[in-house]
């Protein structure tokens, strides 16, 4: 018994290197990507967890936004570090962006439904996102999460091309693009708990473990 958790523990240990060697990897390439990630997945966790994800569903949901943008790898640096807006045929590159990140998670068993959620992570409410252009309840309930989450961080952030806009503006963003690129019920959640939302939003995330169950 106690050599079966030993190895069950280890395997933990093991998958949880892999996913930060993973982390790192992309880290190398595009540093606007670490505080991101790391961003992102803490508030993908914490919506997650109030909206009644449990368990693995949860963990799943937590990993796959520590990596929703681990096919950025693939995109050319001159297009990934522009200093500026990016050209419509430049955005054909970061629009690949998805799909590599299933292919490179795919090749791992373990990573199967993961790479699901971060394949369709840009995905759009109403079908107008990539890479497949799906819709609605088709669209994995942890992508649809991060989907939020990522945009807030990105709004909340200073780019290259354009400053930050404050959580208040974020927000109306946010209920103005309900039922086109985001989950009505994950919108009505985030209004109705707008409080909640500024605090762990606020909250710093730079110790934070990644979560592997």
């Excluded at 966790?45 to 943008?69: F, M, P, Q, W």
């Excluded at 799906?134 to 709004?155: E, K, N, Q, V």
């Excluded at 708990?193 to 110790?207: E, G, L, P, W």
Aim: aromatic letters at 8%; glycine letters at 6%.
């Amino acid at each position: 018994m106690l050599k079966r958790i030993f190895f069950k523990f280890k395997e933990k240990e093991i998958y949880h290197d892999i996913i930060e060697s993973l982390v790192a990897a992309l880290e190398a390439k595009d540093t606007y990507t670490s505080g991101h990630s790391e961003r992102v997945a803490f508030m993908s966790y914490e919506l997650a967890k109030a909206l009644g994800v449990k368990g693995i569903e949860l963990e799943n949901i937590h990993i796959a936004a520590h990596l929703h943008d681990i096919g950025k790898i693939g995109v050319p640096d001159q297009v990934l570090n522009k200093n500026g807006e990016l050209l419509p045929n430049e955005w054909e590159y970061i629009k690949m962006h998805p799909k590599i990140g299933f292919n490179i998670l795919g090749k791992s068993k373990k990573l199967k439904s993961i790479s699901n959620i971060v394949l369709y992570h840009h995905e759009r409410w109403d079908g107008k996102g990539y890479p497949e252009g799906i819709s609605g309840l088709r669209i994995p309930l942890g992508s649809r999460i991060i989907a939020i989450c990522d945009s807030i961080d990105a709004m909340m952030s200073d780019r290259p091309y354009r400053k930050s806009i404050k959580f208040e503006n974020c927000m109306n963003e946010i209920i103005k693009n309900k039922e086109l690129m985001f989950d009505p019920l994950i919108v009505d959640y985030i209004i109705k708990n707008m409080n909640s939302v500024k605090k762990f939003i606020d909250t710093k995330s730079d110790n934070l473990e990644l979560i592997v169950g």
